[in-house]
């Protein structure tokens, strides 16, 4: 019976630190996630175009070339075109291959806004897409 229980407890311990390791895992991939949406903000703001159209997914690149995603994001996402600041206030991993992160933006328009990010795995997290709403709160 002791030889059972100890067999349990180390068992049990075992599962523990691999649930603790996934655990750090998922939470070092949902940063990762973060970090092209955080990059092409810098971009962004340093009016480097070709280095923020590197973050985009295939299926960005297939719809816009280099000159529609300048055009694309300037017109449709004023806030994110030219950020004064930007905070990530959420990542999140929903499956394999495929994240969503939620940062608060404040353009140099003075408009705050939150964005959505989709992010999909293409040999590296890539941004598939962005939703953005006003955002009423303090940044």
């Known amino acids: 019976m002791t030889k ?15 649930a603790g390791a996934a655990w750090a895992q998922a939470e070092k991939d949902a940063k990762a996630a973060a970090e092209p949406v955080v990059m092409q903000l810098e971009a962004f ?13 295939e299926e960005i690149r297939a719809q816009f070339d280099r000159r529609g995603f300048e055009a694309m994001v300037r017109r449709g996402y ?3 075109a030219s950020s004064t600041f930007a905070l ?12 969503y992160v939620t940062i608060k933006i ?26 953005t709403r006003p955002d009423a709160g303090v940044i």
């Open 4 to 18: 059972r229980l100890t067999f349990t407890v180390t068992g049990v311990l075992t599962l523990l630190v691999c």
């Open 45 to 57: 703001r340093h009016d480097d175009y070709d280095t923020a159209y590197t973050f985009a997914s």
């Open 78 to 80: 004023p806030e994110i």
């Open 88 to 99: 990530v206030t959420k990542t999140e991993l929903r499956s394999e291959g495929l994240a």
């Open 106 to 131: 404040r353009g140099t328009n003075g408009q705050a806004v939150e964005g959505l990010y989709e992010l999909v795995w293409q040999s590296g997290w890539k941004i598939n897409g962005v939703a």
